[in-house]
């Protein structure tokens, strides 16, 4: 069990390579890789954030988005549709018939 952030976005950055594909699908705008939504997932669990909360750290946070390969800054609902593609839960199958939840 790691306190460093930027050890948690390796870390899950190497697990997502290993079981994701980079893409969803070849059509997708390949602007983030699945891994790198991924990690970012993980990070907001760390940080114990919401989704706008996490783009404001990385914002902030110059050495975890190099760790990271982020060119950019996904926008916070960018994150919430790959939480309903990547983290499928009991919770968000129900949710999903009245839409994502994206606050």
């Known amino acids: 069990m790691t306190k460093s952030p930027r050890a948690v976005a390796r870390e899950a950055l190497q697990l997502a390579r290993e079981a ?18 991924f990690a970012l997932l993980a990070l907001k669990t760390f940080f114990k954030t919401d989704y706008r909360g996490l783009v404001a750290l990385l914002q902030d946070f110059a ?3 190099d760790d ?4 950019k800054l996904p926008h ?9 593609r990547l983290l499928k ?4 199958l129900k949710a999903k018939a009245s ?5």
Request: charged letters at 15%; a positive charge; glycine letters at 6%.
């Open 20 to 37: 994701l594909p980079a893409y969803s699908s070849k059509f997708s705008r390949h602007d983030f890789t699945q891994h790198q939504l």
């Open 63 to 65: 050495e975890l988005r």
């Open 99 to 103: 839409g994502p939840v994206c606050a």
């Open 89 to 92: 839960t009991t919770a968000r």
């Open 76 to 84: 916070y609902s960018t994150l919430c549709y790959a939480a309903g």
């Open 68 to 71: 990271l390969g982020l060119d």
